[in-house]
Each structure stands twice: as C-alpha cells, then as structure tokens.
Nanobody, 123 residues
Framework: QVQLVESGGGLVQAGGSLRLSCAAS????????MGWFRQAPGKEREFVAA????????YYSDSVKGRFTISRDNARNTAYLQMNSLKPEETAVYSC????????????????WGQGTQVTVSS
C-alpha cells in the first residue's frame, strides 16, 4: 500500500502560481511512476502530468505544457506540481497518483490515489 496526501491547493488569481505537493508513505516511493490528474465539477478526470521513478521522463497534457512542471524528490518521498499562469478554467480538484510498470497518461495506469486538493482560479 502507498498512502498519498496532497497539499498546496487554494485560491489564486488568474495568471498566478501554485505549487502542489504529494507526500507518500508506505512502500518505496522511488519505485513508482507518479501522476497528477484534475477533475472539475461535472467533468471527467483529466490527465495533467506524470513522472517516471527516477524523474528522467515526464509527460504533460498539451493544455499545461510550458506552464506546469512536475518533479519529485525521492529522498523526501514527495512529488510536486508547479503551476504557473493559471487560468480560471483550471479550477478543479487536483489529485496525485502512484503506479507501476508503465508511465501512463491514463488514470487506469495508477493504483494509488490521494484525496485531492482544491485549486480555485479566480478571474
């Protein structure tokens, strides 16, 4: 089992920045691919970014590429999502996830999920 706890969400104005953290406990964090997804009310869960166990490979959705950065610190068992130039339409609950085998852009590539943190971007 891997337990994931997100933090860092909040209210920010359009164009602002937030840094989300995902603290992991349980099994060896450095063995897992990590992903960030978001879900707005009434919408499907959407892939945001993913990072390989070593941090050497990253994936981004086209909508966030160039503005968001995913990273990880395996010594601290923590993954991060730096979000810059935020837009109102990116208001959502952001969740981190952990999975094995393949680095995936699909939610079903991940086994463990956090509870999520709310990000609200005001216009």
């Amino acid at each position: 089992q891997v337990q994931l706890v997100e933090s860092g969400g909040g209210l920010v104005q359009a164009g602002g920045s937030l840094r989300l953290s995902c603290a992991a406990s349980g099994r060896t964090f450095s063995n897992y691919n990590m992903g960030w997804f978001r879900q707005a009310p009434g919408k499907e869960r959407e892939f945001v970014a993913a990072i390989s166990p070593s941090g050497g490979i990253t994936y981004y959705s086209d909508s966030v590429k160039g503005r968001f950065t995913i990273s990880r610190d395996n010594a601290r068992n923590t993954a991060y999502l730096q979000m810059n130039s935020l837009k109102p339409e990116e208001t959502a609950v952001y969740s981190c996830s952990a999975g094995g085998v393949y680095l995936s852009r699909s939610w079903n590539g991940y086994t463990y999920w956090g509870q999520g943190t709310q990000v609200t971007v005001s216009s």
